[in-house]
């Protein structure tokens, strides 16, 4: 048999490759159009169910937010959301945290919102083993239950609609302090903190602090108030969030 030449078969050799690397160009698929498109619909969904914590609500719902009830584990505090006259959520944006304190926060709390949707009412029962948490977050509930009970009865004696508008998150030393505003007719009716700080002499500081800063925010109209001796980190944090929902508002 005769041999082939060593040049021929490198000959052979490259051309074999040349054409396997051409078949697999032409099988490569092409990019998917409709897949990019869904990935960036996925993204865009996913941004857009991200908020700051307590953000507006969707459209056409209410919310109304009780006041703070001092416990003796730390302060309590309700959020109702309504659609068409009925509540249809309950949160807590205040509840005492830190040692025990959040384990019967966490299991309480969810038994309670869902109390508050069922009933409708401030009338639900205590959840065993966390019975301040519980009173507080009743008290909180009535305060918000008045609140929607009074925008109802303006709203049919054909007053100004009341809007409210959340100011962003200020991140102070001691915790964070959020404050949301209501107005009507442009201007401030209720002001309110949603989040400031807790643990320790802080929650004193805050339960002192904010009803003061509430206060001033309502007479003042505008972020320029007192900073509260002895809660100067709260009272910035809260001038802050004040101005941004003021910001937001467009006043």
Request: hydrophobic letters at 35%; a neutral charge; charged letters at 15%.
């Amino acid at each position: 048999m005769r041999k082939s030449h060593p040049i021929r078969r490198v000959v052979l050799a490259t051309a074999a490759t040349v054409s396997g690397v051409v078949l697999l160009l032409s099988l490569k698929p092409a990019s998917d159009p409709g897949g990019a498109s869904a990935a960036g619909a996925a993204q865009q969904g996913a941004a857009a169910q991200e908020s700051p914590q307590g953000g507006a609500a969707a459209a056409g719902d209410s919310t109304f937010t009780g006041e703070v009830a001092q416990t003796q584990y730390g302060p309590v505090q309700v959020r109702l959301t309504v659609t068409g006259g009925k509540i249809t959520k309950a949160e807590a944006v205040q509840a005492p945290t830190g040692g025990t304190s959040t384990e019967k926060t966490a299991l309480a709390v969810p038994k309670l919102n869902q109390e508050a949707v069922a009933q409708g009412t401030a009338d639900i029962d205590t959840v065993t083993g966390a019975t301040y948490t519980s009173t507080g977050y009743q008290q909180s509930l009535q305060s918000a239950l008045d609140k929607m009970k009074t925008a109802g009865a303006a709203e049919g004696s054909g007053a100004a609609q009341a809007r409210t508008v959340t100011g962003a998150v200020a991140q102070t030393q001691y915790g964070p302090v959020q404050v949301r505003i209501t107005l009507t007719g442009g201007k401030i009716t209720e002001a309110e903190a949603v989040q400031a700080p807790t643990g320790g002499t802080s929650t004193e500081k805050t339960a002192l602090a904010v009803p003061k800063l509430n206060q001033e925010a309502v007479a003042q109209g505008t972020a320029d108030i007192d900073t509260v001796t002895g809660a100067t980190y709260t009272s910035t944090g809260y001038q802050q969030s004040l101005q941004s929902a003021l910001d937001q508002a467009g006043g």
